[in-house]
């Protein structure tokens, strides 16, 4: 148990603003992080788990942070858990963080076996009972993914002793599906057997958890079963903007060759369900092809977003904008930048490209630093807090990148947290002249808030998670 106490004493060092330029260059154990406009509240190793997706709920009187993971690393295929003295495959961490400044570890919950991509419980996605049509209104649903073969349904209603509920299995892959509580429609990234890409979209009527009901299967035009030809790239995730909203936005892709869809909700759930060619095609409005040299991890829907330029415009006042955040996938810049994207998808058939933001290499020497850098995923909330104003963009050895959006066509930079490294943090490799070379640098994976105004970053590289608040000129944005 002290190796544990090291590391959280490590991760919740006290908040010093930071270095750059050629110092950065190492990262060592127990150096301050490098911050700007944002402070580290509290921190938890997360039993040193690779960390995937967090999502925050608040649950009666408490706040209960669900952190997915992915699978174990080479070195430690099946890390311990301190509560059990147990050997047990990364799968979904559930914090109190109730209190911030002390996040208190909860539970963990096995998932598949396996190591990186190929195990763990990446995803995970909460609603309450009262909140769905059928649930049971003393319970509160966590949807996750189990590796690569299965769905799970947990009620989590006491967090520290969840219960299964619902298993949707016999997959051959699964990533980051997206649940509406208010419908209990879910949108679950799968991989059907009898498709030709590894990942699609099955629509679910997850309004009664114990009883789920398939609505159909989608995907791309030659995706289907029984296609020939070529085969499209393959789906990352959608978010929805609900019943109202009447979208899903589709992101395909993930680092090249990927584009944004839009898709008619109400045509998704209720057209024709058979997977034809042209079934597939009705539901889609347009879709906006990226470069080669990009793709969408993350496609976030902000509609009416009121531009202040624009305010003496007889048109166009409000725009609908989607962020688009691609993912970094290979280590020390061994490809095309990988960056966040605004697009205006006002009119809709004629969706454009209006700005972009990374973080400028040379402000850290990222390249030389080890691990991925470049963009990878943004929070998700449409709480008040943020929603239209700031985006909080994870950007691996970068660290995490608050931006100020109100302005989408010119995103600004207002504040970051690069993490310390711990003695937990593992290595990132790249192959030179046939012999590996490995650094340690922080790997901020995925980010959230909360509507309290806390963000949430999670670490791939086994550093846990870190609970920061903007400060300064950054907080002023959000109020």
Request: charged fraction near 20%; proline fraction near 7%.
């Amino acid at each position: 148990m002290k190796r544990w106490g090291l590391l959280i004493a490590l991760a919740a060092m006290t908040f010093v603003a930071g270095f750059t330029g050629a110092q950065a260059q190492q990262q060592v154990i127990g150096a301050p992080p490098e911050a700007s406009n944002m402070k580290l509240v509290g921190a938890n190793d997360l039993q040193a788990r690779s960390a995937y997706q967090p999502t925050i709920h608040h649950q009666g009187d408490r706040w209960i942070a669900y952190i997915g993971h992915h699978g174990g690393t080479d070195d430690i295929p099946t890390p311990v858990n301190p509560q059990t003295g147990k050997d047990e495959p990364n799968g979904t961490s559930i914090v109190d963080v109730t209190d911030p400044a002390h996040p208190k570890y909860l539970r963990h919950i096995p998932g598949q076996e396996g190591k990186y991509e190929a195990g763990g419980a990446q995803m995970v996605r909460i609603c309450d009972g009262k909140a769905l049509p059928k649930g049971d209104p003393n319970a509160v649903y966590m949807l996750r993914t189990f590796g690569s073969e299965a769905h799970e349904i947990w009620n989590v209603a006491d967090p520290a002793n969840p219960v299964l509920i619902t298993r949707l299995g016999g997959l051959k892959d699964t990533h980051k599906s997206w649940w509406e509580c208010d419908t209990g429609i879910a949108f679950l990234v799968s991989g059907a057997p009898d498709w030709r890409t590894r990942r699609m979209t099955q629509v679910y009527d997850l309004g009664d958890p114990a009883h789920p009901v398939k609505i159909r299967d989608f995907g791309l035009p030659g995706q289907e079963p029984g296609a020939t030809g070529a085969v499209p790239t393959e789906l990352h995730g959608p978010i929805s903007t609900g019943k109202e909203g009447n979208r899903v936005y589709f992101g395909y892709g993930t680092n090249k060759g990927g584009f944004l869809q839009i898709v008619d909700r109400e045509k998704l759930i209720n057209g024709p369900k058979e997977p034809t060619a042209e079934n597939l095609r009705l539901p889609e409005i347009s879709r906006m092809p990226m470069s080669a040299f990009n793709g969408a991890h993350t496609t976030f829907p902000m509609k009416a977003m009121p531009i202040a330029e624009f305010a003496k415009d007889k048109d166009g006042k409000t725009r609908d904008i989607v962020m688009i955040v691609d993912e970094a996938i290979l280590n020390e810049c061994s490809e095309p930048r990988q960056m966040v994207w605004f697009a205006d998808v006002t009119v809709e058939n004629r969706p454009m490209m209006i700005s972009s933001f990374t973080v400028p290499e040379a402000s850290g020497s990222f390249c030389e630093r080890g691990g991925r850098f470049g963009s990878h995923s943004s929070n998700e909330s449409m709480a008040p807090v943020y929603y239209k104003k700031m985006a909080f963009i994870a950007f691996f050895n970068a660290g995490i990148r608050a931006l100020d959006i109100r302005d989408p066509y010119h995103p600004l930079e207002v504040g970051y947290f690069i993490p310390s490294i711990t003695a937990a943090t593992d290595k990132r490799c790249v192959t030179v002249d046939g012999k590996d070379r490995c650094k340690v640098a922080i790997q901020t994976n995925n980010v959230e808030t909360d509507d309290r105004g806390y963000i949430y970053a999670v670490d791939r590289a086994n550093t846990g998670m870190h609970i920061l608040e903007l400060t300064g000129e950054a907080r002023a944005v959000a109020q």
